[in-house]
C-alpha cells in the first residue's frame, strides 16, 4: 500500500472532537460539541467508506447524503461541510487549511 494510513476507532475519534473542535476555525459558541457530533461521525464514515478517493470527488456525494443521514438534526450540508471535512482530513491523514 503506498498510502500510510493509522486508523483508530470512532470512540478515539469522537475523544479527539471533543476536545479539539473549539479551536477548528468553523466552531462558533452558539453551537456545542452535540451539534458537530453528526459531521465529524459522518466524516470519519465517509472517510473510510471511501478510501483513497479524494474529497471533491466525493463531496457532492456526501453533501447528498448528508439529507438523509438520520443523525443530522437539523444541521444544513452548509452549516456541516467544514467539520465533515475537517474528519475526512483526519482519517486520511490529508491537511485542508483552514474552512472554506
Not at 452535540?34 to 473510510?48: C, T
Amino acid at each position: 500500500m503506498a498510502e500510510d494510513r493509522k486508523t483508530t476507532g470512532w470512540e478515539e475519534e469522537d475523544a479527539f472532537w471533543t476536545s479539539n473542535y473549539p479551536t477548528r476555525p468553523y466552531a462558533t459558541s452558539a453551537r456545542d460539541y452535540q451539534s458537530y457530533r453528526p459531521a465529524y461521525r459522518f466524516g470519519y464514515d465517509a472517510a473510510n467508506r471511501y478510501h483513497g478517493r479524494e474529497w471533491d470527488d466525493v463531496e457532492p456525494d456526501l453533501s447528498r447524503s448528508w439529507n438523509s443521514y438520520e443523525d443530522r438534526g437539523k444541521s444544513t450540508w452548509e452549516q456541516v461541510k467544514d467539520a465533515v471535512r475537517d474528519a475526512w482530513d483526519r482519517v486520511t491523514g490529508k491537511h485542508h487549511v483552514g474552512a472554506r
